[in-house]
């Protein structure tokens, strides 16, 4: 039965959820195996692209398990992402383009915007359930408070 | 006849000098700064409830006059408050709101604090060794905390005299039934509000604003006998109104407002059902009873312009679900951002800042007088206790509240 | 025993040089003071000249509140003008980077060539009464110098040059800058609420790397992490630290934070595998090199509370891709917005800050004292600290730990 | 005919609309009849959930009455809703969850996030068009301005 574009949808989304929620192994469920994150924008300043996080499946779960021994961050971010596009190249793979507004509330509860961009995502729909395959956060916003241990 | 510029710059045609005041009050700077040194940091300022820093390690970070602060019970059970600063380069210690430690770590070097404020260990202490300092001369700095009905209150100035004499009989209508019950906070939220800290406190004090009330108009102002309750002055700028001349309580009709019932069932113990009180400390703290409702409300100053409103609903600990979530929704109808008041409140506070902030506005008046047959006590919505806490105020400041800084006299 | 108020607000029982009054961070009176005697006086860090190769590449940046452009002119050399129109004063160039023949001001379209010389005038002939002419209205240029690639500017025109004012300290890493051709791949910008110089001195205050999770797994548990000396410049107030007394590196065990490989391929000749060598330049600049990559980091003040911190990250220019993203992956572990130190480093400064602002600390302590013989001190010692506030004292000609005599003369 | 995810998506997305729009009565006719709405969020400062809002079909119906005759917060809100999961549970329920961004437009026209939070909504699928039975907007954030009297 091939996935629907329902069921990419709704991966994305529970990607948001999980990080939101801090739940880093169920959020790494949603990773297919030897998949890549990178976190990216274009800076004005050196007028070339950049990398502000770039790992591969070892590197980020090492990275998600060992927030927890840092300083407490304070503070909570909410993604609020809407899929934008679904593109299938063969039975394999989707590419699916996201918007997300990523925003940031203090722990007194004061709630501000901390960064607007979009996930390009590769989905692999090979199997039964969807996977991310790669993942590239394009940062709009560069200015980004004090920065995150987190990820987006 | 409109006024022109001369008139409404100078001094309203009132009977005497207590019953206006200089909007300067709220919006001057120095005033301001004047006003840290010596009414906020001499005066009993209050913290919480003690069911917030219940057990040993319990603890609750806030801030006075900009100075960062950190309450905590020890573990020998006693509540004590620190300057939330470590004594090595100065970061803030306790960075989250409220919590539970077994000690104090300042995360930037990693130095420990125990719960009663002494520095306990360093990295690598043979740093200090030749230059000095050594851990005992490292101790936090505490400041005196004491405790009344279980309310917490601080107060910077060490010699000020103690916590049950400052309140006196101000604490009558409610140490009582506070102690009736074991209660808990379940409610809390802050606002950030466009006005003087003051304007907040004395929007709670003055119940002739209660006109504008929608709630208040339709359940209280308009029915018998709510005028028949006296202010009930106290030392120390404190004052609260509750029973009438009579001695009977003050019931409010809540069914005169769409969809509400009274409040008969769940009233704490010592409250008539319906019962309405409040009792204002000096300089910031209001105490409300609603029959089925207990609300703590008090302003924090961050600049002359700018406060911050803490709203706390007490309940009664370990009533059932049911009960208690009765008793949230009749809270919550009235207090709380989405609740039929606050906002209104808040609309209040920031619309007279606006006026005075730009000078608009050079005065505030407050000369309502009415007086019962007994010449002596003061209907509720006279302004009788707005004067009483500007007389306080006066006479902590050594300056005039209707001519802080003789802008009359000498030119500035 | 806590302490009373009286205890709290008198200075600490340590020798004056080790510790500074909170003023120094908040007081708006000093901070323009600071502007006047410091900041306009010593080489401000810019730029790396590989962020404007090509003639007509140019940055724009602030210094002290004033508008700068450093651009290449046509005869190859690095030149900084006050961006600063000669007619009405608006700013001529107004995006962070780029390339340009010539500099236009939008304004009323007046044009300047690349060496400041103004060559166009909108209707010229409107200036013949009263003048200013052409030649009259040029920009007002900037002393600019390039040391190692890296492009310095400095208001004060008699200031001594830039070579020497970096002084024996260039030994940190002018041989590495002369083997390696570096360029750029790294930038972001913070804004953070706190001073400048409490930013700077968190980079050159090694006793905090107890406050990072990474340097107590990777540097803290290594015993030789403490044989590095402060070489210190006590003629500029520089300092850096570098190779351990026996001239062996010390070698930072980066595998010991989960998912993390030790630094041994990639390595900038002139450095061994895991090699950690760090520069602080005064008054507010830091070169740091971790075995694979070189970090510059400096901030711009805009008042006393409020800095702009920038990050640079260097690589090799030309090299492969695969090489260039392993770099960049080895830099942002550690620095960068999403790094793991990045966010710490700012709340440290801020944190501090929160409680310094209205005077709830009054005091900075910076006793730590731990020598290693001939006169040197070990990492985590607060030596160059002391030196740099023994600078801070020479330029401001105010003592640090009591610039305003708050203790003696009434205020 | 079973009601489809879309539909419910709709119903969601139509109660923001009608909210926006301060179309009371119709808004109401979104739920079933005897259901329940709540503001609630987790308070860190006294460490438990809590309740800022709470009305069954009589009160809200009350309160929402009530609204014109109070001094209001002065301009408009609007909501941002993207469904982001839909569970059935049984034929006759299903639960929703929804990301909600709030925007405050004052009357001046300046636009501000006023809050962030999420709808737990469970829908009342067993009739021919779908019915919220039961709503909780978890706040993320507590910092709301000034407040207002209206349900989010």
Sequence with gaps: MPISDEQITRLIYRSCLRLDAE????????????????????SVEIRKDQRWMDVNQDEYKALLESIPLHSKPLGTFARHANVYDIERNGEDRAKVTTFLTVYYTTPDGGTKVFAVGKYFDEVDISGDQPLIADREVRLETREVGIGSIVPM | MSRNAEEHLSPPKVADGESYIHASVYTDPDLFAEEEEKVL???????????????????????????PLVTIRGNDDKVRTFVNTCSHRGAKIVRDVAGNMKHMTCFFHMWEYDLEGNCTYQPREEGYEELGPTKDDLSLREIRTDIFAGLIFINFDGNAESLRDYIGEAGEPFEKIFNNHELEVFHYNQTHVKGNWKAWYLTNCDLYHEWSHLVNRTTSVLTKGYHDRPWRIQPNGHGYNAHHLDGSPFQVNYKKYKSWENRDHLVFKGLAPGEFRVTDIFPNLSVFFRATCIRLNHSTPIAPGHCIMEERGLAIKGESREDRRMRTKQFVQIWGPFSRNASEDCAYVEATHACQEAGANPYDLMSRVEKFEDGVHERIHSDTYLRHFWGEWSRLMGRPANNPKNFMEAAE | MPRTAEEFLSPPSVPE?????????????LYAEEEEKLLRRTWKFVCHVSEVPNIGDYRTHDWTGVPLVTVRSPDKKVRTFVNSCSHRGSRVVRYPAGNMKHMTCFFHLWEYDLYGNCTYQTRDEGYEAHGPTKEQAGLREVRTDTFCGLVFMNFDGNAAPLREYIGETATAFESIFGENDFEIFHLNRTHMKGNWKAWF???????????HQVNRSTNLTSPDYHDRPWRLNHAQGHGYTARKLDNEPFVVQYKNYKGW??????????????????????????????????????????????????????????????????????????????SRNGAEDVAFVEESHRCQEFGANKYDVISRNEPIGDGLQRPQSDAYVRLFYDKWGDYMGRPANNPKNLMTAAE | ????????????????RLLDAEEFDDYLDLYTEDFEYKVTNYSPEIKSDQEWMDANRAELKGLLANVPLHFRLLGSFMRHATVYDIERNGADTANALTYVTIYYTTPEGATSVWAVGRYHDKIDVSGDTPLIADRNMKLETREVGIGTHLPM
């Design chain 1, 23 to 42: 739940d880093f192994e169920a959020y790494l469920e949603l990773f297919a195996p030897e998949f890549e994150y990178r976190i990216s924008n274009y």
């Design chain 2, 41 to 67: 940091r001499r005066t009993w300022k209050f913290v919480c409830h003690i069911s917030e820093v219940e057990k040993a390690g319990d603890y609750r970070t806030h801030q006075w006059t900009g100075v």
């Design chain 3, 17 to 29: 040089d080790c510790y500074v009054s909170s003023s120094v961070y908040t007081d708006p009176d």
């Design chain 3, 201 to 211: 001195l968190t980079n050159c205050d090694f006793y905090h790397e107890w406050g």
């Design chain 3, 261 to 338: 490989k030790n630094r041994d391929g990639l390595v900038l000749r002139g450095l061994q595998p895991g090699e950690l060598v760090l520069t602080d330049l005064f008054p507010n600049t830091s070169v740091f090199m971790r075995t694979t990559c070189v970090r510059i980091n400096h901030s711009t003040p805009y008042g006393p509370d409020h800095t702009v911190m920038e990050e640079r990250g260097l690589g090799i220019k030309g090299e492969s891709e695969a090489d260039r993203r392993q770099r960049a992956k080895e830099f942002t572990q550690v620095w960068g917005p999403y």
């Design chain 4, 1 to 16: 005919m079973t009601i489809s995810d879309d539909q419910i998506k709709n119903l969601i997305y139509k109660s923001c």
